[in-house]
């Protein structure tokens, strides 16, 4: 959370100071024109990618796969279309880095590893009581469990 906020604190700050200190080199229009070239030149790529992604993970699901990976760079082309029409110069730098490729798919690999490895270490520690209708037995492979069948028949216990 804190992380956060210091980005969107500080990141608008260091904008502008970058936008004065090339503005004050290659004058302000020829800024605000260099701004808006980022953003069409963005917008054009983040289409580009955005469409070939789309046919990836199209191709994936008639192969009867799940497209994990191109909906964690579908996620990283919204960010950089965000980012690319966000005025700035190093918001564009962000996002021309999720929009090449390489970067992308090298930035996807370490963000996938980074949430399964959440992901498992959330799912080995977190136990709710039996109480409660589950535990873990101890096979890792084995959830013992309750559940009511509301059908009406009287298997109401499973074991």
């Known amino acids: 959370m804190r992380v956060l906020f210091l980005l969107f604190a500080l990141l608008p700050i260091l904008e502008i100071a970058v936008l004065v200190h090339?503005?004050?080199?290659?004058g302000g229009?020829?800024?605000i024109a260099l701004v808006l070239f980022t953003?069409?030149?963005?917008?054009?790529?983040?289409?580009?990618e955005g469409l070939s992604t789309l046919q990836s993970a199209q191709r994936k699901m008639q192969r009867n796969e799940i497209?994990?990976?191109?909906?964690?760079?579908?996620?990283?082309?919204?960010?950089?279309?965000?980012?690319?029409?966000?005025p700035g110069f190093i918001?564009?730098?962000?996002?021309?880095?999720?929009?090449?490729p390489p970067s992308r798919k090298w930035i996807a690999r370490h963000a996938a590893r980074h949430m399964s490895m959440r992901v498992v270490t959330a799912a080995?520690?977190?136990q709710q009581p039996s109480s409660q209708g589950f535990k873990r037995s101890s096979d890792s492979n084995v959830i013992e469990g309750e559940y009511t069948d509301r059908s009406g028949n009287d298997n109401?216990?499973?074991r």
């Open 156 to 158: 109401s216990r499973l």
């Open 22 to 26: 090339v503005g004050g080199i290659i």
């Open 91 to 100: 918001t564009d730098i962000l996002g021309l880095c999720l929009v090449l």
């Open 29 to 31: 229009w020829n800024t």
């Open 67 to 86: 497209p994990g990976g191109e909906m964690l760079e579908g996620l990283m082309l919204v960010i950089a279309g965000v980012l690319l029409v966000t």
């Open 124 to 126: 080995q520690y977190h």
């Open 39 to 48: 953003a069409f030149i963005g917008a054009f790529f983040v289409r580009q």
